[in-house]
């Protein structure tokens, strides 16, 4: 994915302040937490589309839907102070129209589903939204990124697929949110397979990490994001790369676990990240995690690889008050995990 290549000192700067450099990495494939251009801000100096004409009144619902399902770079111009743009429906990323999609907030502009619906969705795999291979569920394109951007009031719940991702739903190609914050999301209550309050993702090209770098993910006094399982991220067979980012207050609600208790809906796994599959990473670099809940497994983080042939990771990073009330690993507070090993975690502090 293209970068901004005057970014890249200042996001190598924090890797080497949370003691994650190059040399500073575990012993497995694409070591996490050095220098990757993947993971920086994309060009936006050439927008496809500009919402807005410098009024907060310009900047519509319907005028962000529209230009999103246009494809191609979307920024905004909608006066000098911040903005709460509600949409109307989900904003639909068409697989034929890419194969960068970008929305940047310019750190001024907030999307709120209005506490009744998703705001963004990309799914490769759903013909409503243009097959373009054969291969649906490995397909590089579309390759999206929010950045600078908010999110607020997303609600997946009952939605298909799964209800899930309650902010971003996003099957295939690639994903990746920088710089962005995501507030009071939220997906179906219950279910041992859903997931994702604030992100959901599926089936990222070749098994390449989604990344979510310098984000935030809920705040305290009920600005927390909450599903089933993963109150802020979810994800089945995905790597993740999360870099110098904050969980705060994030819950995962369902009962009864995954397989589901008999007697019981299932889910209630993974606080803050929840991760299920086979032979994949999820990376933690210069992260906070604080009062993160789970009614099962994992209040900070729950991590399955089915096959343990996985890695969980986590350098520079505090992971501390994130209660488990089910279950979770000993010796490592608020995680449940399951994988190659243990959990690798280097200059880090996990505390109850």
């Known amino acids: 994915m293209a970068a901004h290549g005057a970014v890249l000192s200042a996001v190598t700067a924090l890797l080497l302040a949370a003691g994650c450099s190059g040399s500073f990495h575990?012993?497995?494939?694409?070591?996490?937490?050095?220098?990757?251009?993947?993971?920086?801000l994309e060009d936006v100096s050439s927008a496809t589309t500009v919402v807005g004409t410098g009024t907060p009144a310009s900047c519509t619902g319907a005028a962000f839907v529209a230009a999103v399902e246009g494809g191609?770079?979307?920024?905004?111009?909608?006066?000098?102070?911040?903005?709460?743009?509600?949409?109307?429906?989900?904003?639909?990323?068409?697989?034929?129209?890419?194969?960068?999609?970008?929305?940047?907030?310019?750190?001024?502009?907030?999307?709120?589903?209005?506490?009744?619906?998703?705001?963004?969705?990309?799914?490769?795999?759903?013909?409503?939204?243009?097959?373009?291979?054969?291969?649906?569920?490995?397909?590089?394109t579309p390759q999206l990124t929010v950045q600078n951007v908010t999110f607020v009031d997303g609600n997946a719940t009952g939605l298909a697929p799964e209800g899930a991702g309650g902010a971003i739903f996003a099957r295939g190609g690639r994903f990746k949110a920088v710089n962005a914050r995501f507030f009071?999301?939220?997906?179906?209550?219950?279910?041992?397979?859903?997931?994702?309050?604030?992100?959901?993702?599926?089936?990222?090209?070749?098994?390449?990490?989604?990344?979510?770098?310098?984000?935030?993910?809920?705040?305290?006094?009920?600005?927390?994001?909450s599903c089933s399982n993963g109150g802020a991220l979810s994800s089945i067979g995905v790597s993740w790369t999360i870099l110098n980012s904050v969980f705060v207050g994030n819950s995962a609600i369902g009962t009864g676990a995954n397989p589901a208790r008999a007697g019981t809906p299932g889910g209630g796994s993974g606080g803050a990240v929840y991760g299920d599959g086979n032979g994949y990473t999820v990376a933690l670099c210069g992260v906070s995690m604080t009062g993160n809940t789970a009614r099962e497994g994992g209040g900070a983080v729950f991590y399955v690889s089915n096959d343990r042939s996985g890695h969980l990771w986590i350098g520079g990073s505090t992971l501390s008050g994130n209660p488990s009330a089910g279950f979770e690993t000993p010796g490592y507070p608020g995680i449940f995990y399951e994988g190659a090993g243990p959990p690798i975690v280097r200059g880090s502090t996990l505390a109850p």
């Open 26 to 40: 575990p012993p497995i494939p694409s070591a996490p937490c050095q220098e990757d251009p993947g993971a920086l």
């Open 72 to 140: 191609g770079v979307v920024t905004f111009d909608c006066g000098p102070d911040p903005v709460t743009i509600v949409v109307p429906r989900t904003a639909r990323i068409f697989n034929d129209r890419g194969p960068r999609v970008v929305i940047d907030g310019g750190g001024k502009v907030t999307l709120s589903g209005g506490g009744v619906t998703r705001i963004l969705y990309m799914n490769t795999c759903d013909p409503a939204l243009v097959w373009t291979t054969d291969h649906c569920n490995d397909q590089d």
């Open 184 to 225: 009071r999301n939220v997906c179906d209550p219950t279910g041992p397979d859903v997931g994702g309050g604030a992100i959901r993702v599926f089936d990222q090209w070749h098994g390449l990490p989604a990344y979510v770098v310098g984000s935030t993910f809920g705040a305290t006094g009920g600005d927390g994001n």
